[in-house]
């Protein structure tokens, strides 16, 4: 009987112990996790171009993959230069992008455009 609650708290220990290290990986695994176009794309610029939004509603879909790299070579800047960020008071929307995360929206924008393989919104 003493040995059966000893076997059972040994099992109990390693179980806590395997759980209690699952979470300290999946923990370290969250910080390391990349940020991706998608999640950018809905944190950035869906506020300003989401359904029925002043600005106009705009997803990956709006456009075909050849509007898209145009708007990012040639559009960007000259078309949010002068807008306001909504999130920073004082800044302009293109001083809020850093050129990574403007590649990865870009890129997002464009494998997800209207005549891609994969066309999709930002959910």
Do not use: N
């Not at 112990?17 to 610029?45: I, N, Q």
């Not at 029925?52 to 070579?73: H, K, N, R």
């Not at 929307?93 to 990865?104: E, G, Q």
Request: hydrophobic letters at 35%; proline letters at 2%; one cysteine or more.
């Amino acid at each position: 009987m003493f040995q059966k609650k000893i076997t059972l708290m040994v099992a109990l220990i390693v179980i806590m112990t395997l759980g209690a290290g699952l979470a300290l990986a999946e923990e370290a695994e969250g910080k390391d996790k990349k940020v991706t176009g998608k999640e950018l794309f809905k944190s950035h610029c869906k506020g300003c171009h989401g359904e029925d939004s002043d600005a106009g509603e705009y997803t990956p879909m709006t456009l075909i993959q050849e509007q898209w790299d145009e708007f990012f070579d040639d559009m960007w800047t000259e078309s949010h230069g002068q807008v306001a960020c909504p999130k920073v008071e004082g800044k302009m929307v293109t001083d809020m992008f850093d050129k990574d995360t403007l590649k990865l929206i870009r890129k997002f924008c464009v494998d997800h455009a209207a005549d891609s393989e994969q066309p999709m919104t930002c959910g």
